[in-house]
C-alpha cells in the first residue's frame, strides 16, 4: 500500500501561482510513476502532468503545457505540481497518484486515470478573476 498525503492548493487571482505536494509513505516512492489529474464539478477528471519514476520525463496535458511544471524528489518521497499564469478555468479539485507501470493512451503516457494504483485525498485550486 502508498498513502499519498497532498498539500497546497488554495485561492488565487489569475495569472498567479501555486504549488502541489504529493508525499508518498509506505513502499518505496521511487518506484512509482506519479500523475496529477483535476476534476471541476460536472466534470470528467482529466489528466494534467505525469513523471516517471527517476524524474526524467515528463508529459503534460496540451492545456497546462508550459505554464505547469511536474516534478519529483525521491529522497523526500514527494511529488510536486508548479503551476504559473493560472488561469479561471484550471479551477478544480486536484489530485495525485501512483502507479508501478504507466501506459500510453491518446498518445500521452500516463493520461488514462484507470491506470493509477493509490490516490491523494484532493485539494482544491480556486483561481479567480
Known amino acids: 500500500q502508498v498513502q499519498l498525503v497532498q498539500s497546497g492548493g488554495g485561492l488565487v487571482q489569475a495569472g498567479g501561482s501555486l504549488r502541489l505536494s504529493c508525499t508518498a509513505s509506505g513502499r518505496p516512492y521511487y518506484n512509482y510513476a506519479t500523475g496529477w489529474f483535476r476534476q471541476s464539478p460536472g466534470k470528467e477528471r482529466e489528466f494534467v502532468a505525469a513523471?516517471?519514476?527517476?524524474?526524467?520525463?515528463?508529459w503534460y496535458a496540451n492545456s497546462v503545457r508550459g505554464r505547469f511544471t511536474i516534478s519529483r524528489d525521491n529522497a523526500k518521497n514527494s511529488a510536486y505540481l508548479q503551476m504559473n499564469s493560472l488561469k479561471p478555468e484550471d479551477t478544480a479539485v486536484y489530485y495525485c497518484a501512483t502507479t508501478e507501470l504507466l501506459r500510453e493512451s491518446g498518445g500521452v503516457m500516463g493520461a488514462d486515470s484507470s491506470q493509477y494504483d493509490y490516490w491523494g485525498q484532493g485539494t482544491q485550486v480556486t483561481v479567480s478573476s
Open positions: 513523471i516517471s519514476w527517476k524524474g526524467g520525463s515528463t
